[in-house]
């Protein structure tokens, strides 16, 4: 009977050795898709559509530059499958999210009311909500006392139009 009762226990030991190696697995996994992100919001490719969206947005001419949009689109379909990391995206990202959205919004706006279509980059703005819901939270305040004012919007897009690929 008590070599039955260690075998149960023993059994119960792996298997919670395995669960916790495959916790630790996909935290891993978590953290260098978040790296990857990052790296790849970083590149010169990237740079250079995020220095043409910026410079259309602070034209105000038609936005033909929309892979900044597609990747943050991408970043909330991994958010959504939990295969990022909530503080790499937040540490990385909230702040381009925060800054990108309400400056592109009157476009994407546009775009789904000539096509009938709500779906154009709800990914993105689900996104962007869910990170100043978290910005909120973090300073203790309400969303509404953490929106990027016009002017720092317009300071952010200088910013990106003089970026350097």
């Avoid at 149960?8 to 495959?22: D, E, M, P, T």
């Amino acid at each position: 009977m008590w070599v039955a009762i260690a075998a149960w226990v023993g059994v119960l030991v792996s298997s919670y050795g395995v669960y916790a190696q495959r916790k630790d697995a996909l935290e891993l996994v978590k953290v260098e898709i978040g790296l990857e992100l990052d790296r790849k919001f970083d590149s010169a490719e990237m740079r250079r559509a995020r220095k043409e969206l910026a410079k259309a947005l602070i034209g105000r001419k038609p936005v033909e530059e929309w892979r900044v949009l597609d990747f943050f689109e991408s970043v909330d379909g991994y958010k959504d499958k939990g295969w990022i990391d909530n503080d790499i995206l937040f540490d990385s990202f909230s702040y381009y999210i925060e800054n990108y959205w309400p400056a592109i919004q009157s476009e994407v706006t546009k775009f789904r009311k000539e096509q009938n279509y709500d779906g154009f980059y709800a990914g993105f703005e689900q996104l962007n909500n869910d990170v100043l819901q978290q910005d909120a939270e973090n300073q203790h305040k309400t969303v509404a006392h953490i929106i990027p004012s016009d002017r720092e919007i317009q300071d952010f897009l200088h910013d990106e139009a003089n970026l350097r690929p």
